[in-house]
C-alpha cells in the first residue's frame, strides 16, 4: 500500500485550496494576537468532522476573515501557504480566495491581489512551489460586486491570476445566476472552475459546464447520473476533489460512497486536493493517505491524477511542461 512518506516525499499538484482556510492555526493565533484578539476567538476555525451541512461547514470562515483585512496580514497567510505546499512537496499549487471577503478595513482589489503575490514570492525564495491565482466570487453577491471584481482584475493585468471561480452555497444561488459574471471572466481570458455538485445536484455540473467551465470544484453530485458523468468525460472535465472535506460537508456520506473509482471507471478526469487545510485539518499527502487506505488508490493512481491536474491545471505551456517532467522522472515508471 501506499505509505504516507511516499506520498509526502512524491510531487504532487493542487488546483483547489482556499487560502483563508487553509492558514496554520499558529500562524492565525499570531495574527489573532496581532489584532488585539483572544485565541478563544479562533476555537470555532477547524469544522467538526461531520457537519449538519456545508452552512455550517462555512461557519469557520467567519472568525478567519476578520484577520485577513490587511496587506501584511494576506501576505503572511500567502507566505504560510506556499510553506505547507513547499514541506509536503506540492511543486504547483492553484490558491483560490474571494478579494472581496478581504474589504473591510478599505483595501482595493488591487492592493489585496499585491499583497498575497508578495507573500508567494518572498516564499518562493525559501520554497520550490510554483504557483498561480484563482479569484473567487461568492455566489452571495450581486452582478454588478461581480462585475466590478473582473474590472479591477482587468485593470491589475496581473500574471498570477489564471483563473476565476464562484464559491458560496450554490443551493441559494444556481449556476443560472451567475451567467453575467462567468462570461465576463472568460471575456477576460481567465480560466474557469465553479463550485458545483457539492451539495446541490447534478444538474448544477452540467449547467457549470454549459457556462464554459473546464474544471468543477467537488462534482461528486453527478456520481448517481449517469448523462452528467458522460458529459464530463467526453468535454474532459476535471472535477477537483476533496474527500475529506466532502464527508465534512456531508456531500458524500461515508468512505464507502466515495466515487474516485467509480469516476475512474467512467473515464472522468479527477485531481484530488485539500480544499481548506486548517478548516478541514488535512495536508495533501493525508488525503492521498485516506484514498489509499480507504479506495486501495496505487502509485500509479497517484500518479495519473497529478497529470490530471497537470492537464487541468491553469498554468502556462511551459509551465505545465516543467511540472510534467517532474512528474514523470519522480514517480516510478510503471
Ligand atoms: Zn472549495
Known sequence: MLNKKTIKELPKIELHCHLDGSIRIETLEKL????????????????PKKCLNLKEYLESFEVILPLLQSEENLSIAAFDLIEQAGNENVCYIEIRFAPLFHQQKGLSIEQII?????????AQEKFDVQANLIVSAMRHHTDQQNAELIDSLKKSQNEAIAGFDFAG??????????????????????GLTLHSGECGCAQNVVEAIHLGATRIGHGVA???DIDAMKLCSEKNILLELCPTSNLQTNAISDWCAYPLRL???????????????????????????????HCQLTVSEMKQLNVNAVNGSFATAPVKAALMKKINQAYPSN
Open 32 to 47: 489573532a494576537a496581532k489584532e488585539g484578539l483572544s485565541k478563544k476567538s479562533l476555537s470555532k476555525v477547524m469544522a
Open 114 to 122: 499585491q499583497a498575497v503575490v508578495q507573500g508567494i514570492r518572498k
Open 222 to 224: 453527478i456520481r448517481e
Open 263 to 293: 469516476f475512474m471507471t467512467q473515464n472522468i478526469a479527477c485531481c484530488i486536493n485539500t480544499d481548506n487545510r486548517t478548516v478541514s485539518q488535512t495536508t495533501l499527502t493525508n488525503e492521498y493517505h485516506l484514498l489509499a487506505e
Open 169 to 190: 452555497d450554490e443551493q441559494q444561488v444556481g449556476n443560472d445566476k451567475i451567467k453575467r459574471t462567468t462570461a465576463l471572466a472568460i471575456d477576460a481570458g481567465l
